[in-house]
């Protein structure tokens, strides 16, 4: 008999909630002082330039010696704040829907590490890869660190010639490309320079995580080549 009080929701993992819930908090903030409850009407603009990371800045004081712990910080706080609600929304389902696969894998702390790691080198990636001064904001970065852990997890399960297993890119590759198209046809900043290098933070947290997921790769590829 079928279990009469199954949720019919799978349960998130508690680190995935806690990482949406920051950006549902900061977003109801901003809401509220839209709504002049408190706060001023520019509350998101404000809350961007207090917590989003600063390339240029960043840069300027690492070469002049000046180690502010305020711009280390900002490497973990801007994934929790953005330019739009439109935008907090996709994020938070690009989060929901890749930490809950990685964290039924590699359990809740893997999701932070590695949430965590990829918008750190998401922003490291973009300040020392691209010439922007365009602020970095958003969860779309740590988001691509997820889908970078995904892609490992299925990496590490197919079976097969090695073209055959690289199959598993294929969402990354997919969302990689249209970032890339559309930035080729824009002139705004190379978030896809962030987003590509927290995706590969993701993949290569994912396999130090795993047991023997370094290994696992080494012997695939050992493999593919026969």
Same mark, same amino acid.
Request: hydrophobic share 60%; aromatic share 14%.
């Given at each position: 008999?079928?279990?009469?009080?199954?949720?019919?929701?799978?349960?998130?993992?508690?680190?995935?909630? $806690? #990482?949406?819930?920051?950006?549902?908090?900061?977003?109801?903030?901003?809401?509220?002082?839209?709504?002049?409850?408190?706060?001023?009407?520019?509350?998101?603009?404000?809350?961007?330039?207090?917590?989003?990371?600063?390339?240029?800045?960043?840069?300027?004081?690492?070469?002049?010696? $000046?180690?502010?712990?305020?711009?280390?910080?900002?490497?973990?706080?801007?994934?929790?704040?953005?330019?739009? #609600?439109?935008?907090?929304?996709?994020?938070?389902?690009?989060?929901?829907?890749?930490?809950?696969?990685?964290?039924?894998?590699?359990?809740?702390?893997?999701?932070?590490?590695?949430?965590?790691?990829?918008? $750190?080198?998401?922003?490291?990636?973009?300040?020392?890869?691209?010439?922007?001064?365009?602020?970095?904001?958003?969860?779309?970065?740590?988001?691509?660190?997820?889908?970078?852990?995904?892609?490992?997890?299925?990496?590490?399960?197919?079976?097969?010639?090695?073209?055959?297993?690289?199959?598993?890119?294929?969402?990354?590759?997919?969302?990689?490309?249209?970032? $890339?198209?559309?930035?080729?046809?824009?002139?705004?900043?190379? #978030?896809?320079?962030?987003?590509?290098?927290?995706?590969?933070?993701?993949?290569?947290?994912?396999?130090?995580?795993?047991?023997?997921?370094?290994? #696992?790769?080494?012997?695939?590829?050992?493999?593919?080549?026969?």
């Amino acid at each position: 008999m079928p279990d009469p009080i199954a949720p019919a929701v799978n349960q998130l993992p508690a680190a995935v909630i $806690i #990482l949406v819930l920051m950006v549902v908090l900061g977003e109801c903030y901003i809401a509220g002082s839209e709504a002049n409850l408190w706060g001023g009407s520019d509350a998101r603009v404000s809350f961007i330039r207090r917590v989003a990371f600063l390339p240029e800045v960043f840069q300027r004081a690492l070469t002049a010696g $000046i180690w502010v712990p305020e711009l280390f910080v900002r490497l973990i706080t801007y994934p929790f704040v953005h330019g739009s #609600l439109m935008q907090a929304v996709f994020a938070c389902v690009f989060t929901l829907a890749m930490g809950k696969f990685v964290g039924e894998v590699l359990g809740n702390f893997a999701i932070i590490l590695i949430f965590f790691n990829s918008a $750190i080198f998401a922003a490291l990636g973009y300040a020392f890869f691209t010439d922007d001064t365009f602020p970095l904001f958003g969860g779309f970065p740590a988001a691509y660190g997820l889908i970078g852990a995904f892609t490992f997890v299925l990496f590490s399960r197919t079976v097969g010639i090695l073209s055959q297993q690289f199959l598993a890119f294929r969402l990354l590759a997919i969302l990689m490309t249209i970032n $890339i198209t559309f930035a080729l046809f824009q002139s705004g900043p190379a #978030l896809w320079v962030a987003e590509l290098s927290a995706a590969i933070t993701g993949f290569a947290s994912a396999a130090i995580i795993h047991p023997s997921g370094v290994r #696992l790769i080494i012997n695939k590829f050992r493999s593919g080549r026969r």
